[in-house]
């Protein structure tokens, strides 16, 4: 309702704008607008203004269809009064181009004076004027209602106005305009939040397929509805296939799991076969609820293949060969021998059978062969065979299915078959394992699958044996105790590791390096242990072979350079290397270090060793770089 204070506020607002007009130099008899923007700058406007248009644009129309035949037409501006659009009745259109009130012209007070146009950008407010309301005469013929078009920020984009014949003036055109507005702003609004859920849409979408899991969505119909890359990939099926179809055909028993969690059960990590044409495929799934209002509307699935679930638990877990033949430390020609035959066969996919005395260091050869291998970025997975009761060592080989056993693991549980896929199974002291163990293993070498324990799955396995023992394994077949055509089909590459005695030019580089490692490890100094000690080392059979002689040296650093090991006095073993015990005896004449000079000695000598490689040295001396380089400032040492 228009009010005398209302009226009085309009009479003010209508006052300032004349006077703004005659401040901008409009007069009374102009007739075109003063700024008109040339073609490439209209064509400029429109686009940055497509928003815009495209949401006012219907209603304007709209707008239209109500006022056709009335003598009205309806302008939309931008936030700088610019026209961008004008539609109405073609008699009263073509009067107002001929004042050249066309598209890219400025309908601002600087431009052609007080229109509602130039009021409501000025005043930001919704507007009703007539006849010589306007300033310019040329304008005195119309009534015109304009309001501003806000943004979803509240910022003005623009504005719409209406403008007829000064006859037609009534309160109510106003209120069209400003409803008019309402919608086109709610229309702005509507597409503003459209476009932020379309956004969102595809960064969740994107999210979801840069996971390495496959990921799909179906509700309670069992109709999927979304479906990510990877899921596709690992089902080897197309999106557009498959969405809005039954979910029956890449998880059968979706009803028995829907069913499941609506009872409130948990379904997760549970393994799943699904079959086609060619193949059986083992993946372990998990579903989650869609509850809105309380109620279950889908299940969110996450799968993925058995094997890859296995290939990731191995790249993070222990499954690893940390040893490399760097780290057989000896000169002698029989362990460069067996180093150089190990390189040789390294990448050989057929079995190896590593013989040698306890404390030989088996272990440390196979990891170095894995490696040195091509199979050295994959699983490396050891298991004793004599370490595992007859009971559990199928099970720990082969794997189990649920309920196979008293005991077993909710949904069975993956072998180091299985776990060890595609690298290498090291299977120490084979000489050990049960006769009908044996009898099992020998059909995996032959037939390349295993079969879970309670279960008739057969699961393709690709793993590299690399087998051990310190057991002379012809004898054990002559006995009875070993299976031969299970040693024949281990010993397909057979390697002897030689004990200790039998590389007795060794002993003196793998005491000198044990004493470096051990006083590191202990956080000692480095040991001088007295002539009489090493002659006996020198001197010693060393049954237990180089485990043995790590103990002794650990006991040695730990009791400062004396013992309490008894070593034999059998006079056959003597084989005293005496320049090495010549250098003893001189170190114990001269002068005490303290443990400062002897580090420091010890780094300068490494360092000159190793030609100043920092990487060499401090690895010789079983410490970091960063430890290195602080001892090298701490010592002052120059190089």
């Not at 040296?553 to 006095?569: A, P, Q, W, Y």
């Amino acid at each position: 309702m228009l009010t005398p204070e209302v009226l009085k506020n309009q009479l003010d607002v209508i006052k300032r704008s004349h006077a703004r007009s005659v401040e901008y130099g409009i007069e009374k008899g102009t007739i075109f607008p003063r700024k008109m923007l040339k073609l490439e700058g209209r064509k400029d406007n429109i686009s940055k203004n497509r928003k815009l248009l495209n949401a006012a644009s219907r209603f304007m129309v709209t707008l239209y269809e109500f006022l056709k035949g009335s003598g009205f037409f309806i302008v939309l501006l931008d936030n700088e009064c610019r026209i961008l659009k004008i539609i109405g009745d073609e008699d009263v259109v073509e009067e107002a181009l001929s004042l050249n009130m066309v598209v890219g012209a400025y309908m601002s007070e600087s431009s052609i004076g007080t229109t509602a146009m130039g009021i409501a950008i000025k005043e930001q407010n919704p507007i009703q004027i007539s006849e010589k309301e306007h300033f310019i005469a040329a304008y005195q013929r119309w009534t015109c209602s304009a309001a501003p078009i806000h943004d979803v920020d509240g910022t003005i984009i623009g504005l719409l106005n209406l403008t007829g014949g000064r006859e037609k003036v009534q309160k109510h055109t106003l209120g069209l305009i400003v409803s008019a507005v309402k919608c086109i702003e709610n229309q702005i609004n509507v597409e503003y939040i459209n476009n932020r859920l379309l956004e969102t849409y595809r960064y969740m979408n994107t999210v979801v397929d840069s996971i390495y899991l496959g990921i799909y969505v179906i509700n309670k119909e069992g109709i999927l509805k979304t479906i990510n890359k990877e899921a596709c990939s690992i089902l080897r099926i197309k999106e557009e296939d498959i969405i809005g179809k039954k979910v029956d055909t890449i998880l059968p028993d979706w009803i028995n799991i829907f069913e499941k969690i609506i009872k409130g059960n948990v379904y997760n990590n549970i393994e799943v076969t699904l079959s086609n044409e060619t193949t059986k495929t083992r993946y372990n799934v998990s579903a989650n609820p869609i509850e809105i209002d309380n109620e279950v509307k889908g299940l969110v699935v996450v799968f993925t293949a058995i094997k890859k679930v296995i290939k990731s638990v191995n790249k993070y877990s222990s499954g690893r060969a940390i040893y490399n033949f760097e780290d057989i430390v000896g000169d002698s020609l029989e362990i460069k021998k067996v180093i150089e035959y190990a390189k040789i066969i390294s990448s050989s996919p057929s079995t190896v059978l590593i013989q040698g005395e306890s404390g030989t260091g088996k272990e440390l050869l196979a990891q170095s062969i894995h490696n040195y291998g091509d199979r050295s970025n994959k699983t490396f997975i050891a298991i004793n065979c004599g370490a595992i009761s007859k009971n559990l060592i199928e099970s720990e080989l082969f794997g189990y299915e649920e309920g196979s056993f008293t005991g077993a693991r909710r949904g069975g549980c993956a072998g180091k078959f299985e776990l060890s896929s595609g690298g290498t199974l090291f299977l120490d002291e084979i000489g050990e394992m049960p006769l009908d163990m044996q009898v099992n293993l020998l059909r995996v070498l032959q037939e390349g699958y295993i079969t879970r324990v309670g279960g008739d799955k057969i699961i393709p396995v690709d793993v590299r044996i690399i087998a051990a023992t310190y057991k002379d394994l012809k004898k054990e077949v002559e006995k009875g105790r070993f299976r031969e055509d299970l040693y024949y089909r281990l010993s397909v590459i057979p390697i002897k590791i030689p004990s200790l005695i039998e590389r007795k030019g060794d002993l003196p580089i793998l005491i000198d390096h044990l004493l470096k490692i051990k006083a590191n490890k202990l956080n000692k100094k480095l040991t001088i242990m007295s002539a009489g000690i090493y002659e006996k080392m020198l001197n010693y059979n060393w049954p237990g072979n180089i485990r043995e002689l790590e103990n002794c040296i650990e006991n040695i650093v730990n009791l400062n350079g004396e013992s309490t090991m008894v070593f034999g006095d059998d006079e056959k073993n003597k084989s005293i290397n005496n320049d090495c015990l010549n250098k003893v005896l001189s170190l114990e004449n001269k002068k005490i270090y303290t443990l400062a000079e002897l580090e420091k000695n010890e780094i300068i000598k490494a360092m000159d060793q190793n030609e100043c490689n920092m990487t060499k040295t401090a690895k010789d001396l079983g410490i970091t770089r960063a430890t290195l380089y602080s001892k090298i400032k701490r010592y002052n040492i120059t190089r």
